[in-house]
């Protein structure tokens, strides 16, 4: 499928999704994210695509939604145009999806990264909520996500203030996984892509989904689910494949069942 905002390839077994709006700092416009949720969507019902990663070239990952945009909208436009169906589209997305973040990752831009599943900093990222000097206030994630990522007092300066924090902040309060090289950021993110890849893909999509569970239910009913996962994936081929290959002390062959 051909994209005007983003560009898509698949370097099997992943896929690499570039945004692709230089001249304005990859605003995410409305026609962005209904692309982009499209493109992680489909990377769902590609048997060639395990990982994705999402990217927005070395300079910038995202600088917000699309300002622009947002100056041409009232508030009942904002209301009816139904922008967060695009974010929930991305959430429900079952393929992990890496982000690698070089340069600004702000307001929706930040909302997007964490949006991923794993967050991957180049030195010259910087992660920011600047609504609040817009006038406004995260509204695609921005106040939950961040607050659990890096937890309340450090979101709430973040967030009331509007100031960004540099790649190593993030690293240190927990937002990213790592900070890399600006040149290396991709490539480690692929790399990283293809090593989830590499692992036995039912059991890498229940494992996703049981994490995202620890943000959505209390201890209890996430460890219940974790076990239920666990169930079903002994049931698998892979599972037994798994399991004789680490007894035979051979390498084990993924089939996906
Ligand atoms: N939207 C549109 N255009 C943008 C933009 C944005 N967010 N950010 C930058 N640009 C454009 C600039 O207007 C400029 O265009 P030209 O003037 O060249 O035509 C070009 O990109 C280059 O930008 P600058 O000249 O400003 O570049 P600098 O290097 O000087 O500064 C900057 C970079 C990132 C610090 C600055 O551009 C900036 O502050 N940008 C705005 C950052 C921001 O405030 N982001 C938060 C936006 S609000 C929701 C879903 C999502 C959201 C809300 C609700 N629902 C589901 C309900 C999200 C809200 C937001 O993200």
């Known amino acids: 499928m051909a994209y005007e905002h983003l560009i898509v390839t698949i370097e099997e077994p992943i896929a690499v999704v570039t945004l692709n709006r230089p001249k304005s700092l990859n605003a995410l416009s409305q026609a962005v994210m209904g692309e982009l949720a499209t493109a992680l969507e489909a990377c769902d019902g590609d048997p060639r695509v395990r990982c994705a990663v999402l990217w927005g070239g070395p300079r910038v990952f995202a600088a917000g939604a699309d300002i622009r945009e947002f100056a041409e909208q009232s508030p009942g436009d904002m209301i009816r145009s139904y922008r967060f169906l695009e974010w929930e589209r991305i959430r429900r997305v079952a393929t992990p999806v890496i982000a690698a973040v070089s340069g600004y990752a702000l307001g929706g831009g930040c909302e997007l990264a964490m949006a991923c599943d794993i967050i991957i900093a180049a030195e010259t990222a910087q992660f920011g909520q600047p609504e609040i000097q817009l006038g406004v206030m995260p509204g695609a994630g921005g106040t939950q996500r ?74 209890a009913a996430g460890v219940l689910f974790e076990r239920r996962c666990f169930h079903m994936l002994f049931g698998t081929a892979d599972a037994a494949e798994g399991i004789h290959a680490f007894v035979e002390k051979r390498p084990a062959k993924w089939t996906g069942r």
């Open 146 to 219: 961040l607050t659990r990522a890096i937890g309340k007092s450090r979101a709430m300066e973040m967030i009331l203030t509007g100031r960004s924090i540099s790649a190593q902040e993030a690293l240190a309060a927990g937002l990213v996984a790592r900070v890399v090289p600006v040149e290396l950021c991709l490539d480690e993110a692929k790399a990283l892509a293809r090593e989830i890849a590499s692992r036995a893909p039912l059991a890498v999509r229940a494992a996703k989904e049981a994490v995202l569970q620890a943000f959505e239910t209390p201890l």
